[in-house]
C-alpha cells in the first residue's frame, strides 16, 4: 500500500498543493461557519470537481454534521474524506474480466492528444513486468506516425506488435492479433485504437466495428477510455459520447500529475458512474498506478 501511496501522492502533487490542501486548512478552524461551506463550494469547483458532484458532496457532509452532531473542524474534515471516497468507488462487479478467459482484451479508445499510446506503453510494462506475454494491436492505421509510434513502444518495452500498412483495415489488425495471442498463447491483448474524435461519427462507427471482430472470439473485452486530466471538464464530455458510442467500462486518467484540478476524478465517477482503473503518474514508463480511492483521498490531503 505504501508504494501505492507514493505514487498517488507523485501523480496529485500539484493538485494538493493548488486546490486540497487549502480545502484541508479550511477545517483547521475550531469552528466552521456558514462562510466556510461556501469558500468549500468555490475551492471544490475550481478543482475541477463540477458543480453537480461539489453539491451533492456538501450535501452528504452538512447532512452528517447534522445527524452525527459533527462541531470540530477535524471531525467534518474526516467525514469530507469519507464521502469523497464513496463517490470514488464505482460498482465494478458487472465489469470484471471472466475467470474462465485465458487472455485479457483490452480495447484502448480516447482522442488524439489525451496520452493513450503512451498509456498503452505504461500498461504493457506493468502486465510484462506481472509476468504475462502482451500484444499489442496498432489498429490505428488511420496515422502511419501512430503505427510507428506503437511499434517504437513495442520495442522499448519488449513485446510484439501486430500491424498492417497505414490505411489499411483496422478490423483486419485485430483479427490477426487475436490469432497471434491464441498461436502464442498470450495473456493481454492491447488494442490501440485511433485518435478518434467523439464528434466524428464515421470514426466511432469504425470503432464499433472493430469491437463487433473482438466479439467473435466470446473473450471478456474492456473498452479503456484514456483521458487526459489537464483537459478537466472536457474530458467528462469525451467519456460521455464515447460511452454512448462503445460502452466505456473503465478509465486511464493519464497526465494526473501534470495539472492541478485533479477533482475530476471525482466528477467522472460520481456524473459518469465509470470506474478510473489506472492514473498516469508520469512522464516513465514505471510512472503508473491502479486506482485507490482510500489512496487517493489520503493523497491529496496528506
Known amino acids: 500500500m505504501s508504494n501505492l501511496l507514493n505514487k498517488t501522492e507523485q501523480g496529485v502533487r500539484r493538485s494538493r498543493e493548488a486546490w486540497f490542501g487549502r480545502i484541508c486548512r479550511l477545517f483547521d478552524r475550531t469552528t466552521v461557519a456558514e ?40 471531525q467534518i474534515r474526516s467525514a469530507l474524506k469519507e464521502e469523497m471516497v464513496g463517490l470514488l468507488r464505482v460498482d465494478v462487479e458487472s465489469r470484471a474480466v471472466s475467470k474462465q478467459d485465458s487472455c485479457r482484451l483490452i480495447l484502448v479508445v480516447g482522442v488524439n492528444g489525451s496520452g493513450k499510446t ?19 494491436a496498432a489498429a490505428d ?13 513495442g520495442e522499448r518495452v519488449g513485446v510484439e506488435v501486430v500491424a498492417h500498412q497505414p490505411g489499411g483495415d483496422p478490423g483486419a489488425v485485430v483479427f490477426d492479433a487475436l490469432q497471434a495471442a491464441q498461436a502464442r498463447q498470450a495473456q493481454v491483448v492491447i488494442i490501440d485504437t485511433a485518435g478518434r474524435l467523439h464528434t466524428k461519427f464515421n470514426l466511432m462507427e469504425e470503432l464499433k466495428k472493430i469491437k463487433r471482430v473482438a466479439i467473435r472470439y466470446n473473450l471478456s473485452q474492456e473498452v479503456l477510455l484514456v483521458i487526459d486530466a489537464t483537459t478537466g471538464q472536457n474530458g467528462l464530455a469525451q467519456a460521455r459520447h464515447f460511452t454512448e458510442a462503445v460502452g466505456v467500462s473503465e478509465v ?30 508520469g512522464e516513465q514508463l514505471d510512472d503508473i498506478a491502479p486506482f485507490d480511492a482510500d489512496a487517493f483521498v489520503e493523497a491529496i490531503f496528506s
Not at 40 to 61: P, Q, W, Y
Open 118 to 136: 503512451t498509456s498503452i506503453a505504461k500498461l504493457a510494462h506493468d502486465f510484462k513486468n506481472e509476468g504475462k506475454r502482451v500484444i499489442l
Open 35 to 74: 462562510e466556510t461551506w461556501d469558500e468549500l463550494e468555490e475551492l471544490l469547483i475550481s478543482a475541477d470537481v463540477g458543480v453537480a458532484t461539489t453539491h451533492k458532496l456538501i450535501g452528504r457532509v452538512k447532512q452528517r454534521v447534522r445527524e452525527e452532531k459533527l462541531n470540530e473542524g477535524s
Open 252 to 281: 486511464f486518467l493519464a497526465k494526473l500529475d501534470g495539472t492541478a484540478k485533479g477533482g475530476i476524478v471525482l466528477a467522472i465517477c460520481d456524473e459518469l458512474g465509470i470506474p478510473i482503473a489506472y492514473i498516469g503518474t
Open 141 to 153: 492505421t488511420f496515422r502511419a506516425a501512430a503505427v510507428d509510434q506503437l511499434k517504437h513502444w
